[in-house]
């Protein structure tokens, strides 16, 4: 167990839908990162969070959105659903230091499913 | 831009054997870190070991050592006295320096432990 939690782990929803998936990082950790696992692509960054502040951004899609709360829980929002977006989505989240070296710690991951 | 090669899809080794994953990195960056990640068949993205560019020493992690050769930017992992639980996906990861946080993952190889 990383101590990163994501909920849900798995979601079915219907093309041009909106879903949104939350990710609660380890105690201390204040940066998220969003990360799309898919059998083509592999594992793709999206966007990373610093203690609630959008640090850099990956090949995120304009019809995705994320946002890290004072709490340091994160959401990322996925609208306008198509076929292409099913894909194991994980947050990962590391130590306060900046240079994450000492490595990004996954949660357990959303499968999201688009019919 | 920064890229990770693994050039072995899959590989299978002998319970209590060793097997070696190969790994090739490319970075402009001189200050960096690298990693190996297990994904089993339960999707978690579990850290086995880091390293970090600027020590020469190679990290070692029970069983899990890496032979890191900076020079040639090659990073691979060795599995020693191979388990059953090893199955798994193992995915090589690089993180840059500077302002860049985002892990740059190779395509992953598949490792087999047969009993």
């Known amino acids: 167990d990383s101590g990163v939690t994501q909920t849900p782990k798995h979601l079915i929803t219907a093309t041009g839908q909106r879903v949104t998936l939350r990710c609660s990082p380890r105690?201390?950790?204040?940066?998220v990162y969003w990360y799309q696992q898919s059998l083509d692509q592999g594992l793709q960054f999206l966007i990373h969070?610093?203690?609630?502040?959008?640090?850099a951004k990956g090949n995120i899609l304009e019809r995705f959105s994320a946002q890290q709360f004072p709490d340091l829980h994160s959401e990322l929002n996925l609208s306008s659903l198509e076929l292409g977006d099913s894909a194991l989505y994980f947050c990962?989240?590391?130590?306060?230091?900046?240079?994450?070296?000492?490595?990004?710690?996954f949660g357990p991951g959303t499968r999201l499913t688009v019919l | 831009a920064q890229t990770v090669t693994q050039s072995q899809p899959e590989m299978s080794v002998q319970e209590a054997e060793t097997v070696t994953l190969s790994c090739t990195y490319d970075?402009?960056?001189?200050?960096?870190?690298l990693f190996w990640y297990k994904q089993p068949p339960s999707r978690q993205m579990i850290l086995v070991i880091r390293?970090?560019?600027?020590?020469?020493q190679n990290a070692t992690e029970n069983r899990f050592s890496v032979n890191f050769q900076k020079a040639a930017k090659s990073f691979s992992l060795k599995i020693s006295d191979s388990q059953l639980g090893d199955t798994a996906m193992y995915f090589c990861?690089?993180?840059?320096?500077?302002?860049?946080?985002?892990?740059?993952f190779g395509k992953g190889t598949l490792l087999t432990v047969n009993p």
């Open positions: 990962a989240s590391s130590v306060a230091s900046l240079a994450g070296g000492w490595g990004q710690f």
């Open positions: 105690s201390g950790d204040l940066s």
């Open positions: 969070y610093y203690n609630g502040e959008e640090r």
């Open positions: 970075t402009s960056e001189s200050n960096y870190y």
């Open positions: 390293q970090e560019a600027y020590k020469q």
């Open positions: 990861a690089l993180l840059g320096g500077g302002s860049n946080y985002k892990l740059t």
